[in-house]
């Protein structure tokens, strides 16, 4: 059994390395390996609540399907409750898709379009092996978990008969239906219009509290992270950057990238400096990443080490860095 002190989830060097391409791609000159997850090592405590947070193709929804073991592992170990998740197999692995559950980016994706809102919340009480008569009750009782009104006027109805907010929220039902210890939400409110945001966020907010979920919320957005999360993880080309509480990296970001990050956010006062930090647009092509630090080809601060070398995530003061800026410091603060 496990220690209630001890980590939900334990990420110890994970790796997702895809090959791509083939002979011509190494004709010219291009790694037919693309690392969408590069040595990545977090734990994730009990009822913690976690932003993967960083641009398209840093490798945070590649991280959110390996926790969920709905992709394969090239490297490291994943455990769940104190269990390697790589050997589930058969009914194991059933019980660990009903504790950890997805919530997806897009709505109208998510649900069967042929399905009425009754069937798609069947399904996973189906797979759990309830009998149908049993299965109403906790239909209603998770759509009124995601404050559904009146929520027997949705079960006979379509996914296009409802709202982006309202099919979220039924998206959000059917992860929460079989009462998961964990879910993973992959940028939830993206798809929806920014009038309907707040309103599903606090929901996504009310209900993890009132369950005691752990979460991980997966975003490009800062301020949603913020919102939502206590922690924040920032990724980039499959790596972790910095690992520290959401409060401390918003005010007092250290790596160069979440700087940038940081200064990237909008500031509602236009008598207010906006100074963002010039690193250019866009990563770099993944099959090719730099040598050393894969961010030195944007950061305004590399020096020769960055080439050489890639800097490990060190702990400076209460968070983890991977920048050879803050070696010292963590060398210092590690003497102490
Ligand atoms: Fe910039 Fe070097 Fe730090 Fe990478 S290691 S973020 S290139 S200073």
Redesign the pocket.
Known sequence: MLDSNEPLVSVREVQLHYRVGGALSALRGRSSVVKAVDRVSFEIRRGESVGLLGESGCGKTSMGRLLLKLEEATGGEISFAGEAIAGLKGAALKRYRAKAQLIFQNPFDAVNPRFTIRAALSEPLENAGIPVREREGPIIEALELVRLPQPQQFLDRYPHQLSGGQLQRVVMARALILQPAFVVADEPVSMLDVSVRAGVLNVFRDVRDRLGLTAIYISHDLALVRYVCERTIVMYLGRI?EDGSTEDIVHEPL???TKALVAAVPVPQPDQSHDPLPIGRGAPDPRNPPS?????DR?????E??ASQV?RLRRVGTRNV?????EETALSSGRQ
């Open positions: 950057m790596h160069p990238y050393g630090c894969v961010f030195r950061c305004p601060y590399a020096f080490r960055c800097p991977a920048c050879h800026l803050f």
